[in-house]
């Protein structure tokens, strides 16, 4: 099967648009039904059902069968493919959330401290759904192994690290986080919204993976403690020296 760009195939990535399709999209067109006719029921009761059809997939999604350990082989690369399901259950959830919000929020026409607070939540919630968009976009979770460095797409950032620029490991990892230590950022090239010069560290969104989050670091930390095998990089024998290195 072909893969892409963004190194999943096709067929998963495909599939994760049209769960956001119907899903975030449906919450999308409800938006201005929300606000002009507040009044009415039936936009509150869609909304509801949206956000728990959205709910039940974020559930799904964290229940499903432990990640592979897994990498894929590309010449002179491995490839740890984003989760484009998981982003896509993320991100569907909240436009319906912003609907069912604003269908309360329109429903006070005394506009109280209560409706003000809820609706601050509100716009703080439309934005990490602009967010969750944009990770999905961009495969927010992608990381490539090379044997000169690594890269990393992040929400707004894309970042091409050579080991040389890498503090040793261990690499230390918060909430699902990885976090590279930078020792010559001027080494690290990036681009995108966010990029920025005098990195001291690089996060790693492992958490958005498709490949077990575990795996991921002791790969990372073999390579940064190992470089005689970075060379062995894209190649089934380096794979499988990999595989053999790393606890089970």
């Known amino acids: 099967m072909s893969q892409n760009a963004n190194g999943e195939d096709s067929l998963g990535r495909r599939n994760a648009w049209l769960y956001y399709a119907l899903v975030g999209g449906a919450g999308i067109v409800l938006l201005p039904f929300a606000v002009v006719m507040h009044a009415e029921l039936w936009t509150e009761l869609v909304a509801v059902v949206l956000v728990v059809v959205a709910g039940a997939g974020v559930l799904v999604n964290a229940g499903r069968r432990p990640k592979p350990r ?70 927010t979770g992608l990381l490539v192994l090379r044997p000169d460095g690594l890269s990393v797409v992040d929400a707004f950032v894309t970042y091409d690290v050579p080991w040389e620029a890498i503090m040793t490991g261990p690499l230390p990892t918060v909430f699902g986080v990885g976090r590279l230590g930078i020792l010559w950022p001027e080494l690290v090239k990036s681009h995108g919204l966010g990029r920025r010069r005098n990195l001291q560290r690089i996060q790693l969104q492992l958490q958005r993976s498709a490949v077990n989050r575990e795996f991921l670091h002791d790969a990372v930390n073999h390579y940064l403690n190992h470089p005689e095998d970075r060379g062995a990089i894209g190649t089934e024998e380096g794979l499988m020296h990999l595989l053999g290195a790393l606890p089970a």
């Open 70 to 139: 897994l990498l894929s082989i590309r010449p002179g690369q491995f490839v740890a493919p984003p989760s484009y399901s998981g982003l896509a259950t993320n991100a569907a959830t909240f436009p319906p959330l912003v609907a069912l919000l604003l269908s309360i929020v329109y429903d006070d026409d005394s506009w109280g401290v209560f409706t003000w607070m809820l609706f601050a939540v509100t716009l703080a919630i439309a934005y990490f759904g602009v967010v969750s968009v944009l990770m999905l976009v961009r495969g």
